[in-house]
């Protein structure tokens, strides 16, 4: 199976920053990779697939890049309402893994 | 617009069984790969299953193959989660999600809301 990890696992961070989260796999996984966006008790938001394709409605200060095994997720200008925890999933071959999950709270 | 709903969560004694089903609307239903996913409280995202568009293709995480089966109903815009066997650590939110694309890629797009199955005795 792919393992995927995340870092930093957790982050703190004011409204207007610039945020990078990184996700890894263990293996070759071409562009094979979702970031998703989950709060406490709701149900997770997909944001990018494709490594760098935003989903339709997902605003353009969310970002993504990368190829092959090393992937990052970036957030431009942090608002109120990006405080979340991010995860990153491959779905290059079975069984589809996420990673851990990058909670952003508020400094 | 899409809609996916979850229903079927609930209590559940350790080895028994529950089936969760998801309602699906707002799309052609027939024409996707459907997944679920499960959240257990305090961990993060697990994939469970998809299941092809058209029932050709199933597939499992380890951790529930050969307990857990997905099927699909399309005349009825369903697919469903049969769940045998249930654990402890089976306990979590499970959420269904489409595929954005028809087809065999399996990048998501929609989630539903997710339902609650807590196994205990």
């Known amino acids: 199976d792919i393992q995927m990890t995340q870092s930093p696992s957790s982050l703190s961070a004011s409204v207007g920053d610039r945020v990078t989260i990184t996700c890894r796999a263990s293996?070759?996984?071409?562009?094979?990779l979702a970031w998703f966006q989950q709060k406490p008790g709701k149900a997770p938001k997909s944001l990018i697939y494709?490594?760098?394709s935003l989903q339709n409605g997902v605003p353009s200060k969310f970002s993504g890049s990368g190829s092959g095994t090393d992937f990052t997720l970036t957030i431009s200008s942090l608002q109120p309402e990006d405080f979340a925890t991010y995860y990153c999933?491959?779905?290059?071959?079975?069984?589809?893994?996420f990673g851990p999950g990058t909670t952003v709270d508020i400094k | 617009q899409v809609q996916l709903v979850e229903s079927g969560g609930g209590v559940v004694q350790p080895g028994r069984s529950l089936r969760l089903s998801c309602a699906a609307s707002g799309f052609t239903f027939s024409s996707y790969g459907m997944h679920w996913v499960r959240k257990a409280p305090g961990k993060g995202l697990e994939w469970v299953a998809v299941?092809?568009?058209?029932?050709?293709?199933?597939y499992y995480a380890d951790s529930v193959k050969g307990r857990f089966t997905i099927s699909r109903d399309n005349s009825k815009n369903t697919v469903y989660l049969q769940m045998n066997s249930l654990r402890a650590e089976d306990t979590a939110v499970y959420y269904c999600?489409?595929?954005?694309?028809?087809?065999?890629?399996?990048?998501?797009?929609?989630w539903g809301q997710g339902t609650l199955v807590t196994v205990s005795s």
């Open positions: 293996q070759g996984i071409n562009n094979y």
């Open positions: 999933q491959q779905y290059y071959s079975y069984p589809f893994t």
């Open positions: 299941i092809s568009y058209d029932r050709s293709n199933e």
């Open positions: 999600a489409k595929n954005k694309y028809s087809g065999d890629s399996h990048a998501v797009d929609y």
């Open positions: 494709a490594a760098s």
